[in-house]
């Protein structure tokens, strides 16, 4: 067993596709050359990926270069380049503030120069960026990079519904996985514990342990003492929950900011459960339903996302101050973003094509409220109404 492997201490538990776990040990091969990994995204979640990834890179040298590059969207802050800021002071003072990073975490405003030679990218930008991201990459990704995507969302276009890997994927011409789970990303920052689940199929034309990603490269780069993995292959499952459970987190804010307490907030969760469950059946039912409820990508996610994530801070806020949503954003966020806003209306259209809208009664309620004011007291109603008329 290498070095590497040792410190690690891998279960084949955390490797397996199902949640039983044993203690025995799997080696990783050391990389006959180290992976370089940059990560695409400096926001708040990024930073944390960042942070993460550029310890385990800096743990790891047998498997991981250890410079960790970070794609950096440039800002000035008070006069100074947010990227020299993190290079020279070692924190993002905007997105992620009083977080101390590994010195081995460089900081790039440069898209292109951030993956030169890369053999491992991690996406995590808020999803609204992604296109504009991957066509500028188009033709400096070798078809030889992997990746995984931190992102949370889908794209709807012309292709229909679409998880944000497979854009990857189809864009880019690389195999792309995904990583999500409970994380807020602060508690993940200040190292406290938490859980999280990737997935990822091997390609087909894998080279070879040593040479290539695996399920376990892929536990070494993200698991850490406070940050437990679990390495699975649904990929569909896992990113349904991630993009979802932001639309129903929008629900529980607007029943909490109504001052309706914790009955109200389960409910809304309950009936959100059963919506993400039936968007996956209905269009991915490749998507396995025991990660739904198994995985901290599924129902562990929920929760937390419910309970202190931002998009139900920014639908509290727009049942007390009776705002707009993108106005409680900008007040409560500075800078970051409520992914659910933007997903409940792709989940509307892409629902509406389909004809499908009063399968989801939730989801549509939510969209209602955010895009066209649909007084929030009437939720209950909403959901009942609809539900009587797919009777
Ligand atoms: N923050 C969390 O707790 C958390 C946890 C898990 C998953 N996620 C998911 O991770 C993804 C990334 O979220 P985040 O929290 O890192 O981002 P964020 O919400 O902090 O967004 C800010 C980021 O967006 C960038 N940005 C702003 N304008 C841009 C532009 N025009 N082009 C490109 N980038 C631009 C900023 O530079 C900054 O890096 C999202 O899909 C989110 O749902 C977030
Ligand atoms: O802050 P939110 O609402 O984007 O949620 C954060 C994470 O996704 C929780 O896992």
């Known amino acids: 067993m290498s070095a590497a492997a040792d410190r690690l201490n891998l279960t084949s538990g955390h490797l397996n596709a199902g949640r039983k776990r044993s203690s025995s040990s799997v080696s990783l091969k050391a990389a ?89 990218l991690v996406f995590n930008i808020p999803h609204q960026f992604l296109p504009r991201i991957c066509g500028q990459l188009k033709g400096h990704v070798s078809s030889h990079v992997r990746a995984i995507s931190c992102l949370k969302g889908f794209e709807v276009g012309a292709k229909g519904v679409q998880l944000l890997s497979s854009y990857i994927t189809e864009n880019l011409g690389i195999q792309c996985g995904a990583l999500s789970g409970a994380n807020i990303a602060t508690e993940v920052a200040q190292e406290h ?110 929760i937390t996302t419910c309970a202190g994530g931002r998009n139900v801070k920014v639908a509290r806020l727009m049942a007390t101050s009776g705002k707009d949503a993108w106005e409680c954003e900008k007040e409560l966020l500075n800078g970051q973003s409520a992914q659910g806003l933007i997903t409940c209306k792709e989940v509307h259209e892409w629902l509406e094509t389909c004809g499908s809208v009063e399968d989801f009664p939730l989801f549509e309620a939510v969209y209602q409220i955010v895009y066209n004011n649909y007084p929030m007291k009437n939720l209950p109603d909403m959901i009942e109404e609809l539900d009587l008329h797919g009777e």
């Not at 919506?275 to 198994?294: A, C, D, H, L, V």
């Open 32 to 120: 006959e050359k180290p992976f370089k990994v940059t990560v695409i995204g400096s926001g708040n979640w990024g930073t944390t990926i960042a942070k993460v990834v550029a310890e385990n890179c800096k743990g790891y040298p047998e498997v991981f270069a250890p410079e960790v590059q970070m794609w950096v969207f440039e800002e000035d802050i008070n006069g100074e380049k947010l990227t020299e800021i993190i290079n020279t002071r070692h924190q993002n003072v905007k997105y992620l503030p009083n977080i101390t990073l590994p010195d081995n975490l460089v900081a790039n405003p440069d898209l292109i120069d951030s993956v030169k030679d890369v053999d491992i």
């Open 193 to 302: 514990w938490s859980e999280t689940t990737v997935a990822y199929h091997i390609p087909k034309d894998f080279r070879g342990e040593g040479k290539d990603v695996d399920h376990k490269v892929l536990k070494a780069l993200f698991h850490r003492p406070y940050f437990h993995v679990s390495v699975i292959e649904d990929v569909a499952g896992i990113s349904i929950c991630g993009a979802l459970k932001n639309v129903v987190a929008l629900g529980c804010g607007f029943v909490e900011g109504l001052g309706w307490g914790n009955n109200a907030s389960a409910a809304i969760q309950r009936v959100g459960l059963g919506e993400i469950i039936r968007f996956g059946q209905m269009f991915f039912p490749e998507s396995r339903e025991e990660t739904y409820y198994q995985e901290s990508a599924g129902v562990a996610d929920l």
